[in-house]
């Protein structure tokens, strides 16, 4: 589709079903209102997507380092000693324990294993690299008890997971098992390709992927940050990276799959043909988001060893 010409939309009733919903709690334009206000219409959004946990399922929360809040889901059926360390998206601006809580329930009910999540700090109030560290400080804590980790996140928070991964190995950390992308955003040029592309799609347009940078301020040089910028993944853990069609943020998923598998990595890609950004919401509306759930859960459970 020509996107100068017209919207790029997908096809399937539910996406697009789920889409308008979307739209009715946080409109196209938030990222042209306050911060404060971006944060209660997101808050908005998430709570009319919750769902009911799995049966059996156990929370705890508890604090790291004196200062970052995680929370642990101890699933009914726990099949690994490897745990899942879940970083929220929200393009580093918006998003917390709460606005995930109902995904990581059932990734890791689906999974069959314990599940660690991380409330960040958030731009703007804490730029370049407050979120970063906070990562990985609860990284580091996860791995000194010499427990195996897969570390996933989604849109931010796979830009988080590919950065701390990435600096886990220049470290000589040991013991992250895997690591799951979910349409991250991972630095691409926002001139060529899906930028250009899918400029205008619904859920992400690349003006908000522009806004996001620019509150982050992270430092444009630095593959921590952007990871597509790295020169060498080799060595990296096994991957597992699913983008949605309709995504500006596309084809960084597409190139960082494509990188690793040169680099040797194991890479699972997958592509959600009528999905738009953020559709992990719509896994309970949407056939095609309900699809690509259950592949990400097992993509998961493969990496925890529980597939």
Known sequence: MDSRRSRPMPMEPGILAFHARCEAFYPADAVNASVAQQRRWYDALCAEFDAPS??????????V??????????PAEVAT?????????????VGSLESHDAICAELAHGARAG???VDYRLAPEHVWP???????????????????LVVVGDSAGGNLVAGIVLKAKAEGHSGIGGQALIYPGLGGDLVSGSYVEMAEAPGLSTTDVAYYREVQ???ADSPLAHPLRADDLAGLPPAYITAAHFDPLRDDARTYAARLA???VDVTYREEPQ????WLRARHMSPGAREGFDHLVHGVARLVGTA
Request: with cysteine; hydrophobic share 45%; net charge neutral.
């Open 54 to 63: 799995p049966a059996g399922l156990t929370r705890r929360d508890e604090v």
């Open 65 to 74: 380092a004196g200062r970052i809040p995680i929370r642990h889901y101890r």
């Open 81 to 93: 000693d490897t745990r899942i360390f879940y970083i929220h998206g929200g393009g580093f601006v």
């Open 115 to 117: 599940l660690v999540s």
């Open 130 to 148: 407050a979120a970063f560290e906070d990562c990985y400080a609860v990284l580091e804590n996860l791995l000194a008890d010499d427990r195996p």
């Open 217 to 219: 301020k992270a430092p």
């Open 262 to 264: 040169l680099a040797g």
């Open 275 to 278: 999905m738009i950004h953020a």
